[in-house]
């Protein structure tokens, strides 16, 4: 590949053609051209059909002795055998041999009650809400970004994540407390857009092959983002579109209500999901409806939240107390 440029870029386009066929989310994919492009990089651009055993674990050494993360240790793994197996169509005998990566069962930061209150008294705005609705359903950040109108069913106190983690649906609850803010925020969301329909704008990206299928359910109501951004980008046929809002500003303003009310726990937005699990089992609300609220696939990942009950782990009760 040395000298080639068009050839290197054929290969990444086909590595990313293959993984868009698998239905590989957008992010998967740009981290997986990514080890691809680090791992011929390392190895001065050389054609990968030259690379054998040795090469690979020369690669993946250096990553250890970086002391890189297990799972990104796992994820580089991943990407490298995906790219000798569907795109170069080779399977090598030694690939089996490889040494994986243990990783390390982590504990969840979990915040209490009144810490939980003290952050979301420090935030207002969009971003609060949002905050409460990571703690007050249990949502991964990116699916409450992610969410749209049609999602939110006011009536039976339920919100729809589409696409979540593994590519799977699941339903979760509306706080009651939150639906009175949230239907004002929605007006002026629903007055936004009329404006921007006005306006010549009003598109929002559909999933999939849904833009061709119904060529008029991006500017619909139903398909716009419960949490849009605050500025339009243009897409390369010219639409203005609204992206909805970027995690990073919930991230942001999630840090400065941890500093501002004084949390020494290294918290992030996650942590309110972890929040959430925890004190639904304080409660005693059965973990198997826990795990469905979560999206868990196996109730094992579930149980990990037992440990921080507050009679001790796995619930048991201090021959002391």
Known sequence: MTGKPDEAGGIYEQLRSELRARRYSPRTERAYVGWVQRYLAFHDQRHPTTLGASELRRFLDVLVQRRLAASSHQQALCALLFFYAKVLKVEPPWVKALARPVQQQRLPLVLSRDEVQA????????????????????????????????????????????????????????????????????DEVRRVHRADLKDGAGYVELPGALVHRYPFAEREWPWQWVFPATRHYRTPDGKRRRHHLHETVLQRAFHTA????????????????????????????????????????????????????????????????
């Open 258 to 321: 941890c500093q501002a009310a004084q949390i020494s726990k290294p918290a992030t937005c996650h942590s309110l999901r972890h929040s959430f699990a925890t004190h639904l089992l304080e409660a005693g609300y059965d973990i198997r409806t826990i795990q469905e609220l979560l999206g868990h696939r196996d109730v094992a990942t579930t149980m990990i939240y037992t440990h921080v009950l507050n009679r001790g782990p796995f619930a048991v009760r201090s021959p002391l107390d």
């Open 119 to 186: 952050i979301l008294r420090q935030m207002s705005g969009v971003t609060a809400m949002m905050a409460s609705l990571l703690y007050g359903a249990g949502l991964r950040l990116l699916e409450c970004a992610r969410l749209r109108i049609k999602d939110v069913d006011f009536g039976s106190g339920q919100l729809i994540v589409r696409s979540g983690k593994g590519n799977r649906d699941r339903v979760t609850l509306l706080p009651a407390r939150l639906r009175a803010p949230l239907r004002v925020h929605l």
